[in-house]
């Protein structure tokens, strides 16, 4: 009989890679949505897997909604993907944040001790946990030092995942997940939001790029890899704790660099930085050690820096172009207030 997985989380990045990853792995595949005003299954539709999922309406919050998504897909594997992600916000909404990303996993592990079912589960647990690295590069054994409350919140997820698998025997594990991008990442995040604008500056849609602390430096990889490791670290004999990284850091003044050189560019034209965007604190630099995941499971990343962000801007300039021809189709950009001129050019045709 194939093997049922529950994604919490599975309109976002993350959500939609690991959807497709399990179908092509015959699994069959359930996944929780948040109702909204307006559809958000664009990833969905982009990896081709919204008519082969199913979708359940649950949050986070919610212990009622997690419950009937939990009993009703009856799952052999949960990745908890679920999260109030973009560390600026944190800042913002530290207690919708503490709820959503601390409390939930809490409320999904509950509710496998209560059900006293043998469900594996998955935490996208992350790098922020390090904020002011106590030593580089960062591994399972690194001290933890959060800057945030989206990793204070995440914090307390990790140690509640340890802590029922060592007092219940559940077999809970966290992925320790440094950045990891894709055409498919939030335009919130730096990456996403440099090679949009890159696009869309080389179609003449835009004259500036507007950044906050440019020198930051990140351990960025390409998603649909990260999320093979999801997988792997739930088929291990014993639950663990491990570090998916590609154990390269660059900053972000790099990655734009970067960006513009793809698309023939010079950045000193059009990249200004504005201090509002400035985070009360930040953390400066991730660099994380993957040897423990690559010597237990095998996984090693496979897509460079170059070539990460290469994808990202060719896959935005495509957009950008297909957009300009008039064609309307599912994807993020549109919907953004600062790109009303595209909006009205929909109208028209
Ligand atoms: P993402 O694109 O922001 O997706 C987050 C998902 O969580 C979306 O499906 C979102 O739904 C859902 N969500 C948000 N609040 C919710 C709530 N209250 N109840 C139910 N669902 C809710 O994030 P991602 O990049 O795929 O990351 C996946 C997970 O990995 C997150 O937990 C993130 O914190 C963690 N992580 C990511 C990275 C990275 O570099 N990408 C690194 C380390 C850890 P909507 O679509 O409705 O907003
Ligand atoms: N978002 C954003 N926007 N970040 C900027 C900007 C900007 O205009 N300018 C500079 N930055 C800097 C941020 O201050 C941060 O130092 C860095 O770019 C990366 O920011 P994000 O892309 O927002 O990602 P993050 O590293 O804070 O968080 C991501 O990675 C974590 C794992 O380390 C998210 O995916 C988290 O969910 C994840 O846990």
């Known amino acids: ?37 307006t559809p958000n299954f664009w990833r969905l539709q982009a990896t081709e897997v919204f008519e082969k999922v199913t979708l359940i309406p ?32 944190s800042f913002d909404q530290p207690l919708l944040t503490s709820e959503i990303d601390g409390s939930g996993t809490t409320r999904i592990l509950e509710i496998i001790r209560h059900l006293k079912k043998d469900i594996k589960l998955y935490q996208a647990s992350t790098s922020e946990l390090f904020g002011t690295v106590q030593e580089t590069p960062q591994t399972e054994k690194t001290p ?108 972000v003044l790099e990655f734009v660099n970067e960006a513009f050189s793809h698309v023939n560019l010079n950045p000193e034209d059009y990249v200004r930085t504005d201090e509002m965007l400035i985070r009360p604190k930040d953390v400066n630099l991730l660099l994380g050690d993957p040897t423990k995941l690559k010597e237990s499971l095998g996984w090693k990343p496979r897509v460079t820096f170059k070539e990460l962000v290469g994808i990202m801007v060719k896959a935005d300039v495509e957009r950008w172009e297909r957009c300009l021809k008039g064609e309307i189709f599912p994807w993020d950009a549109p919907s953004f207030p600062h790109n009303m001129d595209i909006v009205k050019r929909h109208k028209k045709s």
């Open 1 to 37: 009989m194939a093997k049922k997985a529950l994604i919490t989380g599975i309109t976002g990045q993350d959500g939609a890679y690991l959807a497709k990853f399990l179908l092509d792995k015959g699994y069959k595949v359930f996944g929780t949505f948040r109702r909204s005003s």
């Open 144 to 251: 933890f030092m959060p800057n945030s409350p989206y990793a204070v919140a995440k914090l307390a997820a990790f140690h509640n995942m340890r802590i029922y698998r060592e007092a219940y025997n559940i077999f809970a594990c966290n992925g320790i997940l440094f950045n990891h991008e894709s055409p498919l990442r939030g335009l919130d995040f730096v990456t996403r939001k440099i090679t949009n604008s890159v696009a869309r500056i080389k179609l003449g849609l835009q004259n500036e790029l507007v950044l906050g602390n440019t020198s930051a430096k990140r351990d960025w990889g390409y998603a649909p890899e990260y999320v093979e490791a999801m997988w792997m670290m739930l088929q291990q004999d014993k639950p663990n704790d491990l570090v998916c990284a590609t154990g390269e850091t660059h900053s």
């Open 58 to 89: 649950a949050d986070m919050a919610d212990m009622a909604s997690l419950l009937e998504a939990i009993t009703v897909s009856d799952p052999d594997e949960i990745y908890n993907l679920a999260a109030q992600s973009y560390v600026g916000a």
